[in-house]
């Protein structure tokens, strides 16, 4: 029976690329994304292209109150498109960053950075299990950010350690379903997070590179694949794990 993925925030950058890798190794995919309908149902006609089904719903992921609705919608959706009630995989990696030293987070940026990465994150899984089908696949994005630090990610990285510690929690809770939870823990990678400061500014791009044992930042390509690998039959003894994915980063 063909898969189906839910990925959030994948009208762009390792969203996107995990997306189009799911739908290369055979499977369907539901992309969600905040406010770039024109760039998701872009996503989903290259889906469409591959063979594959899709559909885009927008999706505010910091927004707990609206997660009973999507999960109305969702299954809705899986009715009247694929005659199920259930999703097999869930990949949590809507997000954004937010540049700034301790001194200078605003409450406004942390409550942000909570909201989307953690509380988000948390709440989401929770509206969605009932959804989730037994022996399915969740994959939490977090970040290099949690093991070595790097000025001015201190927010940023602090939620992200919280959804690693949420990873372990679920697969404990969810192993009596085959239900398995990892996270992806990406290095420096050219995209457009961030305002695009690894991929635009060359000093930081080298700077990184330098850092890297297989000497160069990391790109999408790197990325999607690998979580697509993740969510497949021959990974199913794989649970409660934080995999980085940096290419030797800071070793």
Partial sequence: MTTISLVTGASRGLGRNTALAIARRGGDVILTYQSRAAEAQAVVAEIEALGRRALAFQLDSGNVAGFAAFAGRLHGALRETWQRDTIDHLVHNAGHGDHALVADTTEAQFDRLVDVHF??????TQALLPLLADGGRIVNLS???????????????????????????????????????????PGAIETDFGGGAVRDNADLNRQFAAMTALGRVGVPDDIGPMVASLLSPENRWVTAQRIEVSGGQAI
């Fill in 143 to 185: 970040t290099g950010l949690t093991r070595t630090s790097y000025p001015g990610y201190a927010a940023y990285a602090a939620v992200k350690g919280a959804v690693e510690v949420l990873t372990r929690y679920l697969a404990k809770e969810l192993g009596g379903r085959g239900i398995t939870v990892n996270t992806v823990a």
């Fill in 119 to 124: 509380k988000g994150v948390f709440f989401l």
